[in-house]
């Protein structure tokens, strides 16, 4: 019976076990991919990554979030090294300015904010707290970072590893990592390779498929080597050239709630002062970031073309510098979505071959490593099945969906009315499953997050809070404290972050140090 099964669906077949991977592309998500697949796989498959020293990288996402950390130390990758490396600096957060009106600015701090409570969460003893400081007046966000060590940490340049903090039960730092993307790639090259990764030169001019199956057989290049391999992952950027262009496997546009579709990015000199963290800036359409780096800054204004010209762009941009220029501002047209299926057939798409977020919240990176993660999980041994490829998809599709709504919390809640682009932001019509959220905490002051997904509550709640959507009402465990208790608890709280932040060391201080 097992014989007949394996005939028709071709996974229980020895001759059908998948051996040989191959990477298509390489950039930061072809040797991610690579290096993750060699660490834990490479003493049962042979992995190739075939890349073209003609065919250059995007290169815009500089900006990390933490599970970073947890990936680099999985394919055995040193900090200290990597930090060295890459010209890499920490990243605490992302400052928002101007976002939900002009002059306005928060922050989305990695890491706890106050002390975490059983049934309910820290905001809703804040919101009591600020209740009862002024009788009547409208809650103001502005005192919350108060009680972020991240955000203090940030906003005062310091910086060390910090599991907790001393004393206390409370957590540390939670940090990331603002990086040179190209040098990253160059370093997890050496690192694959050493892990048994072979790398092919060479420029991909037609792709062979099985005339039956439709599955990939076959890459040639330009060269006159032809490539086989069992299951491919493409990692060719935007030009999506096996998922897409070979497979046809189709996109979900999402511009219509993201509705920014060109970037044009611009290294400049540093400045004295390195910050250890993004900032985003809002403009009339479209927002500003600001990535740090020990060597320059990374500097990229998002926007949409319908608002604005690529000249306006250029122009906006350059006159927001720190310093010099280092480069031509370069220009990158995409389209917010996803591709329909994220692996199709015997190919799966990591990186911008599967969609595009704009790196708002830094997720890009983020995405492909969840979905380098997601292949071991689900990698097909004895065989390419459909159980195991609908598993993945869904898994990525869920994990799209929620970052999608988290990025598009952002437009959707503000109050500018300075330009068309961010009144027409207010009106859209968002998923129903956003609005939801966007009404629950407005209503209660909850946020309903699944156990897996990537933003947290309390992101959640400082998006919610910088934007504008200020609660109505609290937990009623809450007024179980008197009001002796509550201030107290939340003086205690500031005191002890305080003087965990004056006893780090300065951002450049910790780099200087390693």
Known sequence: MLCYKGFFRGIVMKENEVKNVVVVGGGTAGWMTASLLAKVLGK???????????IGIVGVGEATIPPIINFNKAI?????????????????????????KQGDSYMHAFGNIGKKFPFCDFNHFWQKFESKKETNSPLNSNSFWDYSLNYQAAKQGKFAPLAVIPNTNLPGI???????????????????????VKRIEGKIVD?????????????????????????????????????????????EDWSHWLPC???????????????PYTRSTAHRAGWQ?????????????????????????????????????????KIVSYKTGRRRKQWNKNVVSIGLASGFFEPLESTNIHLIQTAAIRLVKYFPHLGINNE????????????SETIRDFIILHYKLN????????????????????????????????????????????????????????????????????????????????????????????????????
Not at 177 to 196: I, P, S, V
């Open 261 to 275: 579709n060109r970037a044009v990015a611009v290294p400049c000199e540093s400045t004295a002062n390195i910050e």
């Open 289 to 329: 970031w600001r990535i740090p780096l020990q060597h320059r800054i990374g500097n990229g204004l998002v926007y949409s073309d319908k608002h604005m010209t690529d000249d306006q762009a250029k122009e906006l941009l350059l006159s927001q510098l720190d310093g010099k220029p280092l480069a031509e501002p």
């Open 174 to 196: 939670a940090y990331a990592y603002h990086f040179d993307a190209a040098l990253y790639a160059k370093f997890l090259r050496n690192h694959a390779e050493g892990l048994g």
């Open 76 to 100: 055995g990758v040193d900090e200290k090294e990597f930090i060295k490396a890459t010209n890499a600096t920490i990243k605490l957060g992302i400052e928002f300015n101007h976002w939900n």
């Open 388 to 399: 195991e490829v609908d598993s993945f998809n869904e898994e990525s599709r869920i994990e």
């Open 415 to 514: 109050s500018r009315g300075d330009s068309e682009f961010w009144r027409a932001c207010q009106r859209m019509e968002v998923p129903e499953s956003l609005s939801k959220k966007i009404d629950l905490f407005n209503k209660t002051g909850k946020v309903y997050c699944k156990p897996d997904d990537l933003f947290t509550e309390i992101a959640w709640q400082q998006v919610m809070l910088g934007q504008g959507n200020l609660p109505k009402d609290h937990h009623p465990i809450v007024n179980t404290l008197s009001d002796e208790q509550i201030n107290e608890l939340m003086s205690n709280l500031k005191t002890i972050i305080n003087r965990a932040v004056e006893k780090l060391p300065t951002h450049e201080e910790f780099l200087k140090s390693l």
């Open 44 to 54: 049962s498959v042979d992995i190739s990554l075939v890349e073209s020293d003609q």
């Open 207 to 251: 792709v062979g498929q099985n005339m039956n199956s439709g599955f990939i057989e076959t890459l040639n290049l330009e060269n006159g080597k032809a490539i086989n391999g069992d299951l491919f992952i493409d990692c060719t950027g935007l030009a999506a050239l096996l998922i897409e262009k070979t497979l046809n496997t189709g996109y």
